[in-house]
Structures are given as structure tokens and as C-alpha cells.
């Protein structure tokens, strides 16, 4: 079942119904302000850190789940209703929700009265804007009014939830004219005020969240909206909040244009007050200009044009004409879109990540670089360089970095020993796509500690020696507290309840990882051509005979007869072996190893892979292990305190189907590679949303396993590595065009009904026109000759190449 569809042509998901299994949401803003928006206009608004700097409020675990965001009531005659559905519950004559690349636009109807609310906030700009356009669509005149309302939040979102003795006392506003101004704590530290403005003259308005609702009444059938009368409340401690009241008569066919603008202001501290600031009162000129200029009309217009040509740009750069519509929106729109969204939130504000939590993650921040350098190149960079000061001389790394201050989160810990070689891939991915070697010259601290910066080069160097540096009895890497599989702990022992599997006391473990074996080979043959660059051609050398070592300690201890093992545990019994009763085969060493060419010859990879299908496979995806743990293992970790088919216990995890999908193209199955890539790809599964539940334009974390009661329904949609491995994997492997250090490999690996299509790619600054189609010639040619092997080098800046590829 759907809820809605896709329009290509606009790049918008469109909702016909807010009766959505999940909210569905989306994302608003490009650089410091953003919003989440959900199709019943739910959602909050942060500047840059949404733990730190929340503008709106959030109620988490609220039911319904979704209230609260930006609130709109029209009153026509007695009936109250909202554009957005929510939060007056009123059903509708007609709705639409359409979100599209940086905005969402309501269009709805009741009573011959029709409303269209576009909200997005302009590029560059601390604020959101709220356009509504109200037209009387019947043929008598019409009395509405129209209440606006959103909630503050008193900033630091943790202590807004909890700290309620101190916050009660301390919400203050003020109110001029048309704009609300949300200044707690002003008067003491923060620089920083936040307004709620509307570009009309108002007919009253509210503060106090109290007397907006009245006693018994939530935020479907507010007291002010009911009796039709705003209190002019001004808000005293308790929850302050900012509602407009705006009266018209429109005449059949009228409409008017009304402009909400929320937004952001922080001022130097000796232009914070108008007056003394024993008076109290704000400076307000940088409010009034922002309201000013985006409160009319034509700016709106204007700013809107701007956004699309900022999102045709970024999407401009990798353009597929498959002639599958399903495959080209997802390449061409969404997957882009979303690998975006993890660049701006990486995994902090979600509708399941609360932005109260988790900072940047050292490997999520590596791999989500995969899936937009394309995009951002110059941001791709600052993002490395910010990651690589984190890590630690030894090559190992924080785990974790808070965004606004770059420095190393000590709750999440150290340790993770895949860690490292994310580095390396990352800097890899950014050099294949930009060609800048510079970066590997960049000077950068150790731990942030001033005074050991080295060059890039350096962490790498640091990186590639901590897997060697840290052994185990196999010669396999050890794997620390986990490696990508959090969850799999075999160094933490943890009886506590409550307590973090991950960093909870360690005991001394001899534990390893046949996964990072994998990643070692892969990684550390990007560092050897990454040696061989800067001459070192020694060490390209030894790097290579080291990996040759580890391909041959995985083929001897890392092999189980049938598929790779996942690991050793701290008793150096096998863990994702045909000896143990549960978990007896996982996919992530399946994935890891053949990407990393391990057994390709030999045949073990063909094995491994024929097994993951067998066991790991079903209709939507590939599980992460079989069978799921039942019971809690202390020696294992948290992976076994899920239910079996959840998460790390046997969900279809998606951030590693593509892993297996880019191997399946290893040995030259195209077929599996496809249906794997297919299997969990949003637009090939928009017809089961009622299953899936969750956004049918963006991937999950996961989808529940087929050990679980409710196989395919998903959970954690947005901000996941998947939305990056799954554009790797079908840019680059499947659709094949592939950035290494000389130049894009083009090595399409697609099934037999892809016989012919195009793909536009923008690359070091020039453009590639690549057309491919079937034929028993096969070759690539470049402006007509053809060439040897696959590379096509790089061309001058803004050249148009033109290459035919016949696969
Ligand atoms: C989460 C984490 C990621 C980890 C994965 C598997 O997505 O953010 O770092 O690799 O879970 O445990
Ligand atoms: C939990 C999750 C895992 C995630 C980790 C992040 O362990 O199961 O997916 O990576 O938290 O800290």
C-alpha cells in the first residue's frame, strides 16, 4: 500500500493522506539553522546544535507522537481546522503533503477555503519561513482568523526536559508589534534571542502556553482558538510560546499572503540592549531587519528560486537516465538528498535520534564522506581534517567528537579498533574524487593537543600501523571494544543493567576481528597507492606484503569451511561459525572480505557468498547474523540483548547490504548484486509502506529481520550510513563509475535488462557524458577512440567528455 508518490519532475515525495503509518518527515536548511518537518507539520528547529541551541520544543515520547512544530488554526465559522492536519485533528476536504529538496509545502482545503503553507528556511539565513496563502474558494464571503503558534524551547533541550524548579521561573519574552521575541536568559550569559514574527498587523496574540490552552485543553482545541480571543499574554517563567491571531473577511475568490518568520538572532555583547541593560530591553533592530526582508513577498519568491538552483547544482553532479524511473530517482534525488542530510546532522536530530545525545561518531563521519564529497567537496576536506585531530599518536581514536567544539567525547570512549582505517578511506574517497594531494600535507594535531601536529599523511601512516600494532594469537586484528558492529562486544563484559555495553570496565582480551582483517586488506591497499604517490615506494611495498599477510591469516584462521568467520572471542573460541549454536553466520566479514578481493581467486569468496544468500537472505534483505542470538551472552555483548530480528541481532541492517551487493559485483554477479541493492531500496518498496512504515524516499537503519514477529518493518529512518554505502554501491559499482587516483574507472556490473543508459558526472571540474549499452565489443572509448583498460583520466576543468562505454 502507498501513501502517496513520487513526482520526478519537481523532486518531491508527495503524501496524500496524514494518516501515514509514522510521521514522515523531512529536512529544512543548508548551513547553521535547521528544522524537522513532518508531514502534520511536527517537528522542531535547532541552530547548529540541537541539543545546545534548540529554538522549538519537542515532547519526547509524546502521544499522539507528533505534536507541537509549527501550529496553524483557522477558524471559519465554528470550524477550526489546520493546513498541516495536526495538531486540530479536523479532517479535511483536501491535503496534500510535499516535501521536497529543502522545503515542504502543505496544500489543503475545507469548506471552500483553501490554504497553501510552504516552509523552508533560505540558504544561508538563521531563520525558517512559513508562507501561507489562504484563499476563499466558494462563493460566499468569508470571516476567518488564523492562529499561529510555536513553543520555545529554553535552549539547552536536556535541561528544558528535566530542569523544571529552575525553568519554570526563568521564561521571559517580549512583544512589539507583529514579532514575538524569545529572550530567556538574555539578561544573563546568552547572546542570542529568538522571534516569532508575522508580516501583518495582528488582532491580538499569546505568550503564556497556559492561558493560550486553558486548563484541561492540549494543543488540539486550544482555549484562545476555541473562544476565539487571544489573551495578549505576556509569559512570566512557565512555557513561553509565540501565537499570532490574524482577523480577514475574503470575498469568493480572495486570497491573501500571510509571512511567518522564525529566527535567530545573536548579537556582540555591547549591542545586546536598546537602553541599559538594567531595562531589560532587547535590541531588536537585527529582528526587524531579517523579518522585514523575508517577510514579503518577493524576497520569498526569489529565495525559493535560490534554494532549487543550490539543490540543482549539488544534484547536478551525478545524473543517471537508466530508463528505470525507480533507479534514477533514487541515484538522482533521494539517495543524494539523504546522503546531504547525514552531512548536516550526521547522526544528532532525527524523529529516533533525539539531538540530545550522540556527537559525531569517528567512523559514521568517515563513512557518510563517502556519499557526499561528490557534492561538497571543499567541506569533504575541513570534515577529514576535523576527524583526523581526534585520533591519538598510537593511530587509535576517540570514538566520538562533539561538533561544537571538535574535541574528543570521553563518555563514548576510545578503542574501537576499525576506527582507523576509516580515516584512510575516507581521505581516499576525497583524494580519488578531487585529485587534491595537498590535503595529505596538512598539518594536524594529535588530540587536539597543540603543539603535535603532523601532516595527514601521518595519521594515515598511524592509522594503517595501529591494525599491525594490534595482533592477535590468528594474526588477526583484535578488535577492542567493537569494531563497525557496536554491538558486538567481546572485550566488555557487562552483568549491570543500565550500564554502556561499550564502555563499561574492559578485561584483558585477546579478542579479534576477522572484519577488520577485510578492511585492513581493502583500506591498506588504498594507503599503498596513497605511498606510492608520494614516492614512498618502500613503504607502498611493505604495505603491500603486510596485506598479503593478512589475506592469507584470514584464509587460514578467518575461514569456516563454507563462509568467513566473523571473530575470535576472549576465550579464542569462534564466534559466526558453523560450531556455534546461534550466530553462526554474519554478513558483515561476508561483505568486507570479498570487497577486499580475499578468496576471489581461490573460491572462498564465491562460497561465502553463496551462503549469505542461502541463510542471511530473505524477501527484504540480508540479515546481519543467523540465527539470531536467543539468549544474553555476557561474553558476546549487547548484540544479544535485542530481541532476535532486531537491530544488531539479526535485522536486515542496511548499512551493510551494500557491502555485500559491492561484492556479489567482485565476482561478477550482477543479478544478486542488483536484487540486493533492490531488496531494501525505498523506491523499489514505496508499495509495502504500511509494512515498512517508515519514509519511502529515504533508507532505514534497519528493517526487522526474519527471525522477527513483524519481518520488513523498519525503524531509524534518516540518519544512517546507508544512505552513503548505498550510493557507493550503485554509483559506483553497479552503475560503475568508479573515482580512484588516475581517474574514473568505469566498470558497470548491472543485469541483463539494463541494456542501455546514461549517466551524467561532473568530476575534477569537468563533465562527463557516459553512455553505455550492450554489445559482444566491449571497451570504453573516450571522444571516440577507445582506450586502454577502464581509467578514464581526468580532463581539463570545464571540458565536456564525451565516453561510450559497451558492456
Ligand atoms: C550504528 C552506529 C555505527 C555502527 C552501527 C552498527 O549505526 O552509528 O557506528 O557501525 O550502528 O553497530
Ligand atoms: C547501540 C546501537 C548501535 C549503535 C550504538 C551507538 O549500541 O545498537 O546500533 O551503534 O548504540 O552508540
Not at 5 to 30: A, C, H, M, Q
Not at 554 to 570: K, N, Q
Request: with cysteine; aromatic share 12%.
Amino acid at each position: 500500500m502507498k501513501y502517496g508518490f513520487f513526482d520526478d519532475e519537481k523532486r518531491e515525495y508527495v503524501i496524500e493522506t496524514p494518516f501515514t503509518p509514522l510521521p514522515w518527515i523531512n529536512y529544512l536548511g543548508s548551513q547553521e539553522f535547521f528544522g524537522l518537518i513532518s508531514n502534520t507539520g511536527g517537528g522542531y528547529c535547532f541552530y547548529r546544535d540541537a541539543k545546545l541551541r534548540r529554538l522549538t520544543r519537542f515532547r519526547y515520547n509524546c502521544v499522539p507522537r507528533d505534536t507541537g512544530g509549527r501550529m496553524f488554526y483557522i477558524n471559519d465559522n465554528g470550524t477550526i481546522w489546520s493546513p498541516t492536519f495536526l495538531p486540530s485533528k479536523t479532517p479535511l476536504d483536501s491535503y496534500r503533503c510535499r516535501h521536497g529538496m529543502g522545503y515542504t509545502i502543505f496544500e489543503s482545503g475545507k469548506n471552500g477555503v483553501e490554504t497553501q503553507l510552504t516552509c523552508f528556511v533560505p540558504l544561508d539565513v538563521n531563520c525558517e519561513v512559513n508562507r501561507l496563502v489562504i484563499k476563499n474558494s466558494s462563493d460566499m464571503t468569508k470571516d476567518l482568523s488564523i492562529v499561529s503558534a510555536v513553543e520555545f524551547c529554553l535552549w539547552n533541550a536536556v535541561d528544558d526536559s528535566t530542569n523544571f524548579q529552575r525553568n519554570y521561573n526563568i521564561g521571559e519574552v517580549e512583544v512589539e508589534g507583529s514579532v514575538i521575541y524569545h529572550k530567556t536568559e538574555y539578561r544573563e550569559r546568552r547572546n542570542h534571542y529568538a522571534f516569532y514574527s508575522v508580516n501583518q498587523k495582528t488582532a491580538g496574540f499569546d505568550t503564556d502556553l497556559d492561558s493560550f490552552l486553558g486548563r484541561f485543553n492540549s494543543y488540539d482545541t486550544p482555549q484562545a482558538v476555541i473562544n476565539g480571543r487571544s489573551g495578549n499574554t505576556v509569559a512570566h517563567g512557565w512555557s513561553p510560546i509565540g501565537s499570532h491571531r490574524l482577523e480577514y473577511t475574503l470575498s469568493p475568490g480572495e486570497e491573501k499572503e500571510i509571512i511567518f518568520i522564525l529566527g535567530y538572532i545573536e548579537l556582540p555583547g555591547n549591542e545586546k540592549w536598546e537602553g541599559p541593560a538594567a531595562n531589560g530591553v532587547i535590541n531588536k533592530k537585527p529582528a526587524q531587519e531579517l523579518a522585514a526582508k523575508y517577510g514579503n513577498s518577493e524576497t520569498v519568491k526569489k529565495e525559493l528560486g535560490d534554494l532549487a538552483l543550490y539543490w540543482n547544482d549539488l544534484l547536478g553532479r551525478y545524473e543517471a537516465d537508466t530508463g528505470d524511473k525507480k533507479l534514477d530517482r533514487m541515484v538522482n534525488i533521494w539517495n543524494q538528498y539523504q546522503c546531504m542530510t547525514t552531512f548536516n546532522m550526521s547522526r544528532s536530530a532525527s524523529y529516533y535520534e533525539s539531538g540530545t545525545g550522540r556527537g559525531m561518531g569517528f567512523r559514521d563521519s568517515c563513512q557518510d564522506l563517502l556519499g557526499f564529497v561528490h557534492m561538497v567537496p571543499g567541506r569533504a576536506r575541513e570534515r577529514i581534517l576535523d576527524i583526523a585531530a581526534i585520533q591519538f599518536k598510537s593511530g587509535g581514536a576517540w570514538h566520538q567528537y562533539q561538533p561544537l567544539t571538535k574535541r574528543g567525547n570521553a563518555d563514548a570512549g576510545m578503542g574501537f579498533n576499525d576506527d582507523p582505517l576509516w580515516l584512510i578511506a575516507c581521505t581516499y574517497a576525497y583524494i580519488a574524487e578531487t585529485g587534491d594531494y595537498s590535503i595529505l600535507d596538512e598539518l594536524v594535531p594529535f588530540d587536539n593537543k597543540e603543539g603535535t601536529e603532523r601532516p595527514l599523511f601521518e595519521h594515515l601512516r598511524a592509522s594503517f600501523n595501529y591494525t599491525l600494532n594490534n595482533l592477535g594469537p590468528h594474526k588477526l586484528p583484535l578488535i577492542g571494544r567493537a569494531d563497525w558492529n557496536d554491538c558486538l562486544n567481546l572485550n566488555c563484559f557487562s552483568e549491570e543493567p543500565g550500564e554502556s555495553f561499550q564502555t563499561c570496565a574492559n578485561i584483558e582480551s585477546e579478542a579479534e576481528s576477522v572484519f577488520i582483517a577485510g578492511m585492513f586488506v581493502l583500506y591498506g591497499a588504498q594507503f599503498a597507492e596513497l605511498c606510492d604517490k608520494k614516492g614512498y615506494t618502500d613503504e607502498a611495498d611493505a604495505a603491500r606484503r603486510e596485506i598479503k599477510n593478512m589475506s592469507e591469516a584470514v584464509l587460514a584462521h578467518g575461514w569456516d569451511g563454507e563462509w568467513f568467520l566473523r571473530a575470535y572471542d576472549s576465550n579464542g573460541d569462534k564466534v559466526g561459525s558453523k560450531e556455534c549454536n546461534d550466530g553462526k553466520i554474519f554478513i558483515e566479514p561476508q561483505g568486507m572480505c570479498v570487497m577486499a578481493g580475499i578468496g576471489v581467486d581461490s573460491g572462498e569468496a564465491v562460497k561465502a557468498l553463496t551462503s549469505m544468500k542461502e541463510r542471511l537472505t530473505f524477501e527484504y534483505g540480508t540479515c546481519l547474523v543467523a540465527p539470531a542470538y536467543k539468549e544474553y551472552h555476557l561474553k558476546l555483548g549487547e548484540i544479544s540483548s535485542y530481541p532476535p530480528g532486531y537491530k544488531e541481532n539479526g535485522s536486515v541492517f542496511c548499512h551493510n547490504n551494500p557491502w555485500a551487493s559491492i561484492a556479489e559485483t567482485r565476482v561478477g554477479n550482477a543479478e544478486e548484486a542488483f536484487e540486493i541493492y533492490r531488496r531494501t531500496c525505498p523506491a523499489y518498496i514505496e508499495n509495502i509502506s504500511e509494512i515498512h512504515r517508515t519514509e519511502p524516499y529515504v533508507y532505514s537503519q534497519t528493517i526487522a529481520g526474519q527471525e522477527s514477529p513483524a519481518p520488513g518493518e523498519a525503524k531509524n529512518s534518516w540518519l544512517t550510513g546507508t544512505a552513503a554505502w548505498t550510493f557507493v554501491n550503485i554509483s559506483q559499482y553497479l552503475l560503475g563509475i568508479r573515482p580512484e587516483l588516475d581517474g574514473l574507472r568505469i566498470a558497470p556490473c548491472l543485469p541483463k535488462h539494463y541494456d542501455k543508459m546514461r549517466v551524467k558526472r561532473v568530476y575534477r571540474g569537468a563533465v562527463y557524458e557516459i553512455s553505455f549499452e550492450r554489445s559482444i565489443d566491449k571497451g570504453v572509448w573516450v571522444g571516440g577512440k577507445k582506450i586502454e583498460g577502464n581509467i578514464v583520466p581526468a580532463a581539463n576543468e570545464g571540458d565536456v567528455v564525451q565516453v561510450k562505454v559497451q558492456m
